[in-house]
DNA sequence: CATGACGTTATCGTATACGATTTCCTATGC
DNA sequence: GCATAGGAAATCGTATACGATAACGTCATG
């Protein structure tokens, strides 16, 4: 499907931000016509990810520091206040999956496996977001997740993981949650915890000066050159 | 365009909950082919305002009575720490506004006017929102209350609206905010402020005790009948 | 070399046509 | 009256065709 082979393009970043998206040329590869691509692009329209201009098709959407440090910000504040509803829901083995799993992440820095370490991260926080019974609330944090992931892939992947800290922030945050503080301690430290990255990416990308996002600019699709008689 | 004229059948509740949008129908009413509007449909699907089902079409979302509470908490959250971020962005003359608006409120709930109220409503937590430098968090603030306005007008429009509090609740947040209380105070009482809209709608729901969403249920666009020889 | 004009080609946006699927209506049986 | 089956009609999903528009390449000029 369409739509599926789009969207993972983007996210992986096969597309960078900037790239244009031809829809025939799409339509082609995937042996369809080029009324699904359309109806495709429409819906990653909606969702943020290309940006769509009249006879001129569709872009993956460029983003910039700004943008990423405001996603981060909101995301922080949907992840703390998420976190606050869900930690009374976990049980014991809940708990013992979040230990191991920081464990793990533990191992995974000492190993220097950044893939996996990434990948325990998620589940870490995975655990903690599925008890939590508002559902909208954890669609939009999956959504603003994913959209991160795929400026981190295409943009700042150079962006340090801080990854000392983190393990420690998450040990602390199960033991807030396993005594029970309250819900605006366990808020107030999940959110902080989300927002010490935003804190590590400023001061990263003030380093390093340039705008981050002007780096590594889409791939324009090539031309292809039709000449009459020419093969197809 | 389609997609403005659907989505706005949507928002002010000619479509309402379950309704079932016939793309031919639509488009022969638009006097434009099914495409555009599939591409419409894409759109809002991605928005979240209609389910697609494939080969039956697109039918409005439903919502229940947990989604709109789900949503409403939420947009509390957003709201607090937006309006944490913005406020001392605020001027003299956007405290003036916020002053003079919330005075017209007071005026429009003797006058008994609920539409100049709810305008004015949103006007007041607009000029503040205004100055909040989070793009991305104002657009995801819009996005949600526009679903919670769509909800309002198709299943919830008999809510209470707590009038009195409101007004009551405004002047006080002007007051936290021009004397600078602190990002933190500010932030929990703007959440708060929009959580008893929740609370409120929870007493009302209960007492109510029928489920709201299974009442007007959508409209089914009407057959035409089509006999041989008949006029089109 | 840079810029602008112009023509050609590629691409976009959507109408029409048509096969696939679901919905709806009617007939039949219990 | 209700349930089920079957066929017709409506609707969906998308290929093909084609006019509209932007992108691109070439040439002329300063």
Same sequence: chains 1, 2.
């Avoid at 009249?54 to 922080?76: C, N, P, Q």
């Avoid at 049980?91 to 000492?110: C, G, I, K, P, V």
């Avoid at 008890?131 to 981190?152: K, P, Q, T």
């Avoid at 915890?193 to 990263?204: G, Y």
Wanted: aromatic share 8%.
């Amino acid at each position: 499907m369409a739509y599926h082979t789009l969207k993972q393009r983007i996210l992986e970043g096969t597309y960078g931000p900037g790239y244009r998206i031809v829809i025939d040329r799409v339509a082609k590869e995937l042996g369809v016509s080029a009324i699904p691509i359309r109806e495709a692009i429409r819906r990653l329209e909606a969702e943020g990810l290309v940006e769509v201009e009249r006879f001129s098709g569709a872009k993956v959407t460029r983003i910039d520091a700004k943008m990423y440090e405001d996603i981060l910000s909101a995301l922080a504040v949907l992840e703390g206040y998420a976190t606050a509803q869900a930690y009374r829901n976990l049980t014991d083995e809940d708990f013992d999956a979040l230990r191991q799993t920081n464990e793990a992440m533990r191992q995974a820095r000492s190993d220097f496996d950044l893939t996996l370490y990434s990948r325990l991260n998620q589940q870490f926080h995975e655990i903690i977001l599925r008890c939590c019974s508002n559902r909208y609330l954890v669609d939009e944090i999956h959504a603003f997740r994913e959209r991160m992931d795929a400026m981190r892939v295409s943009v700042f992947n150079l962006i340090p993981h801080r990854a000392s800290d983190s393990i420690a922030e998450h040990d602390k945050l199960i033991q807030l949650m396993a005594v029970d503080v309250g819900e605006d301690a366990v808020e107030r430290f999940a959110r902080q915890h989300r927002l010490a990255t935003l804190e590590a990416f400023r001061r990263w990308n003030e380093q390093h000066t340039r705008l981050v996002a002007e780096r590594k600019e889409g791939y324009r699709a090539p031309r292809e050159i039709h000449r009459p008689g020419a093969d197809p």
